[in-house]
């Protein structure tokens, strides 16, 4: 009886077993999905984030954001979401306030990415088109100041007036 057929299921079997392991090694998650429910099956936690008009204390505006606050989910970001609904986001939290540099790596829409300081006040507002045909986004780059990072569709920041200086307003 020839047996290589068997070693070679054997071998796939060990080498997907091993890819298995190693994505839940490496805390690797799905995209962040358009479609979720409160039952929170996208593995992300969430918040209300409010963008506060830093003058006179209104709110300019707020989205769900689904909340990437650890090394797998920020690389993955929105990279392979289809869309995005206007009243959602994406908040990246990191560890302190460092120059960061966001790209459009394999994105299929364009973004708003707000950068903001340790106490949430906005240091920059960057339009982010959407990759064009042939490019995956990696070498559109586009840097600020920050702690915390929101990113929302293009043209949301503009329509509400969103500026250097407003604040995020949010709970984590």
Do not use: C
Not at 141 to 158: D, F, I, M, P, S
């Amino acid at each position: 009886m020839d047996r290589r057929p068997l070693v070679y299921a054997a071998a796939a079997l060990v080498a997907l077993a091993g890819v298995a392991y190693l994505g839940l090694a490496t805390g690797a998650v799905a995209p962040y999905l358009a479609g979720y429910d409160s039952a929170d099956p996208d593995g992300y936690d969430h918040t209300q984030v409010a963008v506060v008009d830093d003058e006179t204390g209104e709110s300019l505006g707020q989205v769900e954001a689904a909340v990437a606050d650890t090394f797998p989910k920020r690389y993955v970001g929105l990279s392979e979401t289809d869309r995005l609904p206007a009243d959602r986001g994406m908040l990246f939290v990191h560890g302190g306030v460092d120059e960061r540099t966001y790209v459009m790596r394999n994105m299929s829409f364009g973004l708003d990415i707000v950068f903001a300081d340790a106490d949430g006040r906005i240091t920059a507002v960057r339009e982010a088109p959407k990759p064009g045909p042939g490019e995956d986004g990696a070498d559109q780059e586009y840097t600020g100041e920050a702690r915390y990072v929101l990113e929302v569709n293009r043209g949301w920041a503009a329509d509400r007036g969103v500026e250097s200086g407003d604040r995020l307003a949010f709970d984590l």
